[in-house]
């Protein structure tokens, strides 16, 4: 067989430096199909915010880079491919000729692999042999990646839009996940008062959910839901389960799903005390929609209960302490489940989880925290209020007020993606913002419980010293008013969602004198006492 | 075919090339190409002006080649069987037969002098005798000489009063060589050859019928590659219109070459490889003997022809044009 080794080895090396030259080939036309993509993408993005997606980008111009790569490296050439090569610098058609003719044996192929042998070593292909780099493409690949790479950092509204939705979508998808935990939880439970209807209602929150573009649409839809779960599991325990809400309906009550330590603390709010009658114009209201009970029972006896209540609004003798006991004979025939509790309580830490994102989301266009700059008393309404701010766990702002705005974090400091900020006057929901923004498993006490006691009323604990040594309710009550006043005036102000608002309108509101300072909290107190 | 001999052939060519040159001055392409047709065996058309030694290139290359030779002056009123022979009545013993008289067809290499001038009868005569190395007449078939080989010559100045050669003959010609004015120094030295007192050199026999045969029979085993003999076709193809991308074929080509051209260039190549010293075909043998194999089998409409449009300019834009 006249096949020469020689050559043989000159055509293989040949071959792979080819298949280099065709792979750092196919990267440069990678590179500009990557350009494009990320320009394409980068630069529609601007206009259409739909396209926007950095993931789809940046993954795209990978796969058509490494698309390019991988598709040159399982194109190896073949050793025509490099004979031709070959030939070309200088061998003139003799490596393809002995390709073909190599199996042949006669004098006449002998003479030509001698004679190409020499020429081989002479001409020397392989070494003369550069890798050429299409210049043009290149540079198409440089000016595409930079000019495409550039084009994503060019502020856009919309795509800062698209950006933030697709966040907001994110976090309400694993909140939509809660609801559904929620709902296989109710379907294991053994018993559950009313188990239909919350399901519907669960699952009908989900739905909002999977249609709210933000968190406060989504916070209202959970409070929507929470309300709707509470009033149901009340409503279908018999006409007595209604009454204290019915009873209620046109006075000030907020009715926000309340359950009845949130109702007691509403009621006590409005007559500072369990034994003080209701305002006239409560008890004159309340009176109107027992009547009215009255009458929807037609020919049904009236309860002991109800009937009671009717002559204590008639006299106009309703005091807390009546409301709390009609109640308790509610409860009889039927409360709120503890199951519903729980599952209302879970729906209000959903519901605060939402309000926090968009407190957080709020914050990043006001550029600081409302509640935060008024606790520390930056505005000049606010000389009364100070907050003494730890290092991320809880702060309290001590005013001259004795106000105390707590802040409870998980950890990061100030607001966190799950603290929220309560009013110290609601204990309850203290508590449960305080387990709502702890880190799972945390075992910490909590100094909120801590001033809480075993009836969890802060109100009770927080007393200002001032107040007491002063001891009237006549320059507390200005000074009240005062920083309600200045508080609200600064709140308005502010670029605050409504809900929040709310929230801090309803704490003013609940504002009383009496409470006591935390110990060890008080360091600034004393200058607020000098001014008190 | 030993390596000896494929080895001896460069030298025998180039021995039999120095011997003819020595003769003819001045148109050493012309030797060249003409010497490649002769170990090919093909017949070439030589077209030049009178005096340009059309006739002791032949001559000498008959010398050379230590072949018969036989010149044939074509005139209009030549016959066909005044080349190819006749049959002859002769009488012995008191009886008359009819003897077949060969003509002069019937010799090694053979000069059709101005080939134009004799009519398309005798031309035709020429065919069979070109194509098929024998000559019919009657019912009998007389073999020509192993070696055979047709020197036509024709004049481009004088053609009134002469019979173009059909295309079906020109295609029988493997190479048309247009022979031009030599140089001032080939001028002089013919002057000093002819006129003078320097005695020009005879013409020695440098190669015979048989080393001939061996040449010819080296150059059909001479390898040329897939890519060169495609290469061939792919020329050839691009002389025909309909195939053609060339913007001047397309519009002044009648016809391109045939199947006889592809051969004419792959042998011509591979004779030129082995005359060169390499025991290979290349693209460019082939490209090199594009004009003088495939110009006279181009034919051009008349507005082409009118507006002077030369077929050489043609094929070297094709040469230049295909890969």
Redesign the interface.
Known sequence: MPRDEYIDRALSRMRWKLWQNRMVQAMCVGAVASGIWILTIGGISLFIPLLYSGTKAWVGSAVLFGGSLLYSACRRPSLRDAA?CGDALGM???L??Y???RH?D???????IE??KKALSVVQPVAHWHMCLNKKWLTYAVILLLVGISAWFVPAPAREAASDREKIDKRIQAEREHVQKLRNDISAAAEIHNIQQMEKTLASLQGELAHSTSYQEAAKAVADAKKAIVQGNAQGSGPLASVAYAMLQGTDFPDTGMSRTEMMQWARSLTGNDQVPFPNGVQQKMLQNVEKIKKDLNSSPVPDALQSAYEQLQNHQMTPSDLEKLLDVQSQVGMPAPETEKIAGKLEQIQERLLALDATASEGKAGETPVSSLAFGNQSGLTNGEQVHTNGTEAIAAGGGGMQVRQSSNGTGGFGSAGQHKPATHPHNMVKGEEATRLAGTSSPSLLRGSLGKEGDIREREAVNVWAESGGSGPLGQAWATFQKNGMEYVNRQDIPLAREQVIEHYFAQLSGGKERVAGRDSNVSKNVSHD | ???EE??TFQKMFRMIEQEVNQAVIGQGKIVHDLLLAAVAGGNVLLEGAPGLGKTRLAKTLAAALDVSYARIQFTPDLMPTDITGTMVAEQRNGEIRFRFQKGPLFHSIILADEINRASPKTQSALLEAMEEKTVTIGNETYVLPHVFFVLATQNPLEMEGTFPLPEAQLDRFMMKLKLTMPGMEALLHVLDMTTGQYEAPSTRKVLNAQQLQQMRQ?AF????????RRYAVRLVMETHPEHSSSELVRKHVISGASLRGAQALLMGAKIQALAAG???????DIANLAIPCLSHRLFLRYPGAARQVRVEDIIEQLVLKVE
């Not at chain 1, 004098?107 to 030509?112: A, E, R, T």
């Open positions: 031709i003139e058609d003799r393809i000729t390709l073909e003719y042949c006669s004098p006449m192929i002998l003479l030509f004679e190409t | 075919m030993s390596l494929i080895q080296a085993s001479t390898p040329a590659a897939e890519e060169v390499r025991y290979h075909v290349t693209r460019q």
